[in-house]
């Protein structure tokens, strides 16, 4: 018999995370200070798309790399994720001229790698990462997946936030200058997702202690924010996603978050409402703007934090509501017999959490 565990602070955490991320894309603070918004948005706010990468590699990892089966299984669940993504955003990719002069390669390259749309760049980094790492984790041992993830991520420092740092025209900003006609950014599965995947994953062997956790979390914030605003001070940035004291914060918030586990559910909040925020919030952030327009409540477009909580309501709603339609059809119990909503019993698996994005995205 296996003990179900379930982790409050992890679950609730996925919804903050989710905002954060509306947060990244509406810049909450720019009409109070921008200054404010850059370490809030661009520092503080990265936090939350590392952190579904670890809870990724805490809760599924383990399980993909036990069974092949499993592991394909949640690929194919990801790609049909991102595929129902790609249709939902296709019209709004079009009206805004994101595929005008774009040829086969071109699309392809933003299916396959950047997303075809701003925040669903997400989706293919995490397909490509979760493939490499389960491959490399099944390959080689874990400190050599460790020195690969690391030395992957410190290549993607200086296509992201240390990019100034290489002398231009030198060979080395000629080879990612040549990279960036491959990819967008260096913030991809390549670079990027693999580490946070695989400090996921050792947290399920060992972890710090609480209390160390709770110290080194505070000195490493610390860090992290001094190292964004020396970046931005430099003018280093080519973009603002990867710092390289963003992974020690990323492991001792994890661990921290963590350390709330409990075999009792608890009422928790529905578990796809933090992957639809995250997915469908690009769709709000549209409609706010048109309806402000419409009805000439500029104040939800001109002043940036009116702008933010009113996308975060409207989308938390619409999640909201999207889960209680969509709990209305009907469902199929395990052994493939149609259900009326609510009536099926959750399987019972190890270490699983009952919330969104461990599995999802």
């Known amino acids: 018999m ?3 565990h ?6 609730r955490f996925k919804l903050l995370a989710a905002i954060l991320v509306i947060a990244i894309h ?16 661009r520092i503080l706010a990265r ?3 590392p952190f579904f990468f670890m809870v990724t590699g805490y809760f599924v990892l383990p399980k993909a790399l036990a069974s092949g089966a499993y592991a394909c299984s949640y690929l194919k669940r990801i790609g049909l994720i991102y595929l129902i993504s790609m249709v939902i955003y296709l019209p709004v990719g079009i009206y805004a001229g994101h595929f005008k002069g774009a040829g086969i390669v071109s699309v392809l390259k933003m299916i396959l790698l950047d997303g075809t749309f701003y925040h669903l760049w997400y989706l293919p980094a995490l397909i490509l990462g979760f493939g490499l790492i389960v491959l490399l984790l099944r390959a080689l041992p874990v400190p050599a997946v460790g020195v690969i993830c690391g030395l992957l991520y410190l290549a993607g420092l200086f296509g992201d936030s240390y ?16 990279l960036f006609h491959v990819f967008e950014y260096t913030r991809n599965g390549l670079f990027y997702t693999p580490v946070f995947l695989l400090l996921g994953y050792l947290m399920t062997e060992h972890r710090p202690s609480f209390a160390l956790s709770l110290g080194a979390l505070g000195g ?9 605003i020396l970046l931005k001070l430099l003018d280093t940035q080519r973009h603002d996603s990867m710092y390289f004291f963003l992974i020690p914060v990323m492991y001792f918030l994890f661990s921290a978050l963590l350390e709330d586990s409990t075999e009792e559910q608890q009422q928790a909040m529905p578990k796809d409402l933090p992957l639809l925020i995250y997915l469908l919030h690009p769709l709000f952030i549209i409609l706010v703007r048109g309806g402000a327009k419409i009805t000439r409540l500029s104040v939800f477009v001109d002043n ?12 938390f709603a619409g999640a909201w509501i999207l889960i209680k339609l969509l709990s209305l059809l009907p469902k199929k119990n395990d052994s493939g017999v149609k259900t009326k909503a609510g009536k099926r019993k959750p399987k019972t698996h190890q270490k699983l959490s009952d919330s969104a ?5």
Do not use: R
């Open 220 to 228: 490493s914030f610390g860090f992290l924010l001094g190292e964004g």
């Open 47 to 49: 936090i939350a798309v």
């Open 6 to 11: 379930f982790y409050p602070a992890i679950d």
């Open 304 to 315: 940036s934090l009116a702008h933010f909580l009113a996308v975060t309501i409207s989308t």
């Open 2 to 4: 296996t003990t179900k």
């Open 357 to 361: 994005f461990d599995e999802e995205a």
């Open 26 to 41: 509406t810049s909450p603070f720019t009409s109070l200070s921008p200054e404010a918004d850059y370490i809030f948005a």
């Open 163 to 178: 990019f100034g740092f290489l002398p231009e025209g030198s060979f080395v900003y000629t080879i990612y200058m040549g």
